[in-house]
Nanobody
């Protein structure tokens, strides 16, 4: 499974960005997708995850109410809509996949496939 996150950039505090995660796999719909982020000098942290069908989502407390995960299986793409961005959201954002049989996960160790990250910078 190959994943590629893109859509990052520089935005002012209070602004919005939408990240995309493109997957090159025919069985994209059989995988749950997780979003993680890593700030300089810090560990990679969980942000959000979405089930294979898009019917279930979980979020880190720090992004609840501001970020929304979604997906379009026909396009082999998952999305992370980020609103009301804060400077502390600055990080490299990654998407990851795990087979749907294993449920949603919030740990980096629970995901088998990772894409290259995309930088999100929020200025104050």
């Amino acid at each position: 499974v190959q994943l590629q996150a893109y859509g990052g950039g520089l935005v002012q505090a209070g602004g919005s960005l939408r990240l995309s995660c493109a997957a090159s796999i025919r069985t994209f719909s059989m995988h749950n997708i997780g979003w993680f982020r890593q700030a300089p000098g810090k560990e990679r942290d969980f942000v959000a995850a979405i089930t294979w069908s898009g019917g279930g989502t979980i979020y880190a407390d720090s992004v609840k109410g501001r970020f929304t995960a979604s997906r379009v299986n026909a396009a082999n793409t998952a999305y992370l809509q980020m609103n009301s961005l804060k400077p502390e959201d600055t990080a490299v954002y990654y998407c990851a996949a795990r087979h749907r049989d294993y449920g949603l996960g919030s740990s980096v160790y629970e995901y088998d496939y990772w894409g290259q990250g995309t930088q999100v910078t929020v200025s104050s």
